[in-house]
């Protein structure tokens, strides 16, 4: 069974950074797409990134644009969603997820998304 974990949020001073981390486990296909995506209270979910396993091919919401880095370590199954330049407004919880883009929409829908992990809060806050 595919599960995904989180790690690395936490609370942190505005302008500060964090680095989470997405560690995928069990049996995955060769290619296949990680996105990050975060919940505020009382907002809808909304997609942050995507990185591509196999080309490594990434994309950003316009909201992180110049902030925030999606990378990969294949060997260690690990996507990584690198956050500088912390705003207040990006308080929310984070969430990883796969998707092994069917559809081949770029970026994959959230509705492509077939596993999901547990999400890490992070806080941004003086």
């Known amino acids: 069974q595919v599960q995904l974990v989180e790690s690395g949020g936490g609370l942190v001073q505005p302008g500060g950074s964090l680095r989470l981390s997405c560690q995928a486990s069990?049996?995955?296909?060769?290619?296949?797409?990680i996105g990050w995506f975060r919940q505020a209270p009382g907002k809808e979910r909304e997609g942050v990134s995507c990185?591509?396993?196999?080309?490594?091919?990434?994309w950003s919401a316009d909201s992180v644009k110049g902030r925030f880095t999606t990378s990969r370590d294949n060997a260690k199954r690990t996507v990584y969603l690198q956050m500088n330049s912390l705003k207040v407004e990006d308080t929310a919880v984070y969430y990883c997820?796969?998707?092994?883009?069917?559809?081949?929409?770029?970026?994959?829908?959230?509705?492509?998304?077939?596993?999901w992990g547990q999400g890490t809060q992070v806080t941004v806050s003086s």
């Open positions: 990185i591509n396993k196999r080309i490594g091919i990434t």
């Open positions: 069990g049996p995955l296909l060769e290619d296949y797409i």
């Open positions: 997820a796969l998707s092994y883009w069917r559809s081949k929409n770029w970026p994959p829908p959230e509705n492509e998304y077939g596993y």
